[in-house]
C-alpha cells in the first residue's frame, strides 16, 4: 500500500510509519518519552542497552513493542496485546473478590523477595524473557499473595517496567506535543497546556485556506499547531520583532508533509506592517534584545541535547523514580538523511506579504510570554481583516487586563473576554471513580476578541 | 462561514452581500444570526435596522437604526454560532468543543462519525476541523432534530462537508459501509454503551473515540465496555473561568473624605484628568481583574480511548 512509502506528501494523515518519519516514543505507560525520527541508524537506549529503531519502521501508530531476546542480541519486537486488557487501569473484574482481603498483614521490608540479583542476571544470561523473570519475581514473593488483588497488580506493573519495558508508537500530533512538553519542560512552551493551547486554535477560527499571523514564542508548538489545522492550505505567518526570527524547533517534530511546510513561513513585523512609524521603532529594539536572549537559550538546549539541526529526536523524561536504575540516558540517534524535507519557516514571500497587506490576515495568535503584549497588538491589529478574532495567551493575568482594557477603551475590538482553563482528570474504575489526585492547577489565561472597523 | 470558498474570505476588501450570514452583535451576552436581504428590517430595542443600509458594508462595521442605535456585522464562525444558533437540544461549548477536536486528533481530510447531531453546535467545529477535503457524518433519530440541523449546515455553507442522517444509533449502530474508515467517532447520547461496539468498528485502528456525558454513571458504563477494545482510556472535566476588568481609583490618601477603592465605570474611563489637580496625586489608577462571580459549574464529562492496534 502506498502507505508504506516513503513520500508522506500524498497523504494527508498517515497511519503507518515510514523511514525518516517523526514519532513519539512512550516507553511504560508514559515514564519516558522520546521524540524520535526513525532511520535504519536510529536508536533507542533502555537502560543499558541500545535498541535499533529499524523494526519500528512500517508499522502501524499505536503499536506496542517489548524487548525480546533474539540470536542477534536484544531487540525491539511488536507485541500484539489481547483484546481484553492486560493491566489493571483496563482490568475491572476483580472488585468483588477484592473486598474481603485487606492489607493488614502486610509488612514491607527488604525481605519479602528471596530471588537475588545474581540470579536474576544468571536468568537473564540463560535467555529468560523480561515477563518470565517477573513471573519468577512474584512466585518468590513472600508478601504477593497477602495483597490485595489491586496492589498485586501494581507490583506485577513495577516489575514488569523493569524488567520487561514497552514502548507504544504513538503520532507526534499537537495534542501529544504539547502534552509531553507540558509534562517534562513546561518553560520551553511557556506553560502553555494543552486544553489552553485547543481554545487559541477554535479562538482563533483557524480553518483550512486561512492566513494565520503569530507571534509564536512557545518554541514553535504553536506555529506547528496551526500548521497541522491548516493541512497545507491558507498560511500561518510567524512574526518576530528585530531581525531575529524566533525558535520554531519544535515544528519539527510534528510530521508535517512537505506541503504543510511550505505553508510555514517567517517575517519581520516590519515587513508586515502597512506603514512605518516612530513608535514601533523602539519596540523593534526591545525586541531585539529579547531576540538575543532567546538564541542563548536555544544554543544551550541544542547542545544539551545534542541536537543537529536536522536530527529531531529528543528526549522527555519525568523526575526520577524508581525504575530509573534501569531507565537512564538516551542515546541520540545519528543523522537522518532522508529527513530531505522542505524547510518549515522559510522567508514569506512577497506576494503572500503583498496579499496580506492588501486583503489583512484572518485571525492572529500570541504566545510570547517575554514581549509587551499591548504595544504588539497595537502593531498588530491593523494587520487583521476587519471582523477576524484574536486569541493572546499568557501566563499571568495583568498583561491581559491591560490589553483588554485598552482596547475597549479605544473600541477596537468586541467580545472581549478572558478566560482560563480548569481541566480535571478523573479516575473511571469499577467502584473506585474519583477525581485523580494529583492535576495541573494553571493552564494559563487567554484574552479573546473580534477586531471591528475603526470608526473613522 | 468557513472560507473553502477563497472569494468568501474575510478581507479588507470583502464586503457585506445581500444573501450573506451575518452575527449581529448587540452585546456579548446578545447577538443573532441573520441572512442580508436587501428588502428586510431588523428591528430590536435600539429601533429599525435596514438590510440595504448593511450591504456594501465591510464586516466588522458598526452600523445605525432609525433611532440612532448601533449594533455591530460579524463575519459568522463556528464560536459566534454556537452562542446563537437555536437550542433544540443541549448543546457543546467552546471549552469542550475545543478540547474534543484536539484530543480526537482531528485534522484537515479527516473522516469523522458523530451522533447525535442535536442542534448541531459541536458538528460545526468538526466540519472546520476536517475541511477542506475530509467529511463529517453526523446522525441522529428524531427526524426533525436531522432536517433542522440540515437547514443550519445549508445556511452556515457547511453542507458540502456535513451529511446528517437519521438513524437509531445506540439500536442499530453506525452503517456499515463505514465499517473501519473512521477516524474518530464522537458519541453525545444516552446510553453511550450500546454504541459503544460500532464505534469500535468503525474506526481505524488507533483511531480516537470521545463520549460526551453529563452523569457520572454513564462515564462509568462507558468505560466499563470501553475496556475490550479500547486503550488509553481517559476521562476529563473542562471549564472555564472568565475575568471582569475593571480600572479601580485606589486612594492614596489619609483624609476622611476618602472613598477608597472607588469603581470608575466602565463606559466612562477618566483619561483626561488635569494635570496638577489634589486630588489626582493622592490617587492612582490600576486595571484590575477577578473572576467573574457566575460560572458554570457543570456541562459533561469527556471520555476518550483510542482502539487497539492489533494487526
Ligand atoms: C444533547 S443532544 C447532542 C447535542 C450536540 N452534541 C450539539 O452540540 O449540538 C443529543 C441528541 O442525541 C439524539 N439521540 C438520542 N438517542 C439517540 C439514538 N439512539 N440514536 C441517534 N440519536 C439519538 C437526540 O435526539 C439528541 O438530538
Sequence with gaps: MSQNNSQSDSIQNPRVTWEGCSVLLDINDGDRLVFARLSAGSTLKIGNKTYSLQPLIGCPFGSLFQVENGDQGHCLARFVPSIEGNNIQEKGDFESQDEIKDNRALVDNNKAQSLTGEEINAMRSQGATGDEIVEALIANSATFEKKTLFSQEKYRLKKQKKYAPKVLLRRPFARSICEAYFKKYPARIGFLRVDALSLLLSMANVSANSDVLVVDMVGGLLTGAVAERLGGTGYVCSTYLGSTPYSIDIVRIFNLSNEICKRIVRSPLTDLSLSQNGTSEQIHQQGDEINQQGDEINMECLSNNQMSSSVGMEEISPTENDTSDVISETTVSPVNKTGKSTKAGNKAPKQAIDLWKENGFSSLIIAAPELDLWSLLKDLLPLLANSAPFAIYHQYLQPLATCMHNLQLGKMAIGLQISEPWLREYQVLPSRTHPCMQMSAFGGYILSGIKICSSS | ?311
Design chain 2, 1 to 311: 462561514m468557513l472560507p473553502i470558498d477563497p472569494t468568501k474570505k474575510i478581507s479588507f476588501t470583502r464586503h457585506i452581500c445581500d444573501g450573506d450570514l451575518v452575527v449581529v452583535y448587540e452585546r456579548h451576552d446578545n447577538m443573532k444570526a441573520i441572512k442580508v436581504c436587501q428588502g428586510s428590517v431588523l428591528q430590536n430595542r435600539f429601533g429599525v435596522f435596514k438590510h440595504s443600509d448593511w450591504i456594501g458594508k465591510p464586516f466588522g462595521s458598526k452600523v445605525f437604526s432609525n433611532k440612532n442605535g448601533f449594533v455591530y456585522l460579524l463575519a459568522p464562525t463556528p464560536e459566534l454560532w454556537t452562542l446563537v444558533l437555536s437550542h433544540r437540544t443541549q448543546i457543546l461549548y467552546i471549552a469542550d468543543i475545543s478540547f474534543v477536536i484536539m484530543y480526537l486528533e482531528i485534522v484537515p481530510g479527516c473522516m469523522v462519525l458523530e451522533s447525535g447531531t442535536g442542534s448541531g453546535s459541536l458538528t460545526t467545529s468538526l466540519a472546520r476541523a476536517v475541511a477542506p477535503t475530509g467529511h463529517v457524518y453526523t446522525f441522529d433519530f428524531h427526524e426533525q432534530r436531522a432536517a433542522s440541523a440540515r437547514e443550519d449546515f445549508e445556511k452556515t455553507g457547511l453542507s458540502s462537508l456535513v451529511t446528517v442522517g437519521v438513524r437509531d444509533i445506540q439500536g442499530e449502530g453506525f452503517p456499515d459501509e463505514f465499517s473501519g474508515l473512521a477516524d474518530s467517532v464522537f458519541l453525545d447520547l444516552p446510553q453511550p454503551w450500546l454504541a459503544i461496539p460500532s464505534a469500535g468498528k468503525m474506526l481505524k485502528p488507533d483511531g480516537v473515540l470521545c463520549s460526551f456525558s453529563p452523569c457520572i454513571e454513564q462515564v462509568q458504563r462507558a468505560c466499563d465496555s470501553l475496556r475490550s477494545n479500547f486503550t488509553d482510556i481517559k476521562t476529563f472535566e473542562i471549564l472555564l473561568r472568565t475575568y471582569e476588568v475593571r480600572e479601580v481609583k485606589m486612594d492614596c490618601s489619609q483624609g476622611d473624605e476618602a472613598k477608597p477603592g472607588s469603581i470608575l465605570p466602565r463606559k466612562r474611563p477618566q483619561r483626561a484628568i488635569e494635570k496638577g489637580n489634589e486630588q489626582d496625586k493622592l490617587s492612582s489608577q490600576t486595571v484590575m481583574a477577578r473572576p467573574c462571580s457566575e460560572a458554570k459549574g457543570h456541562t459533561g464529562y469527556l471520555t476518550f480511548a483510542r482502539l487497539k492496534c492489533l494487526s
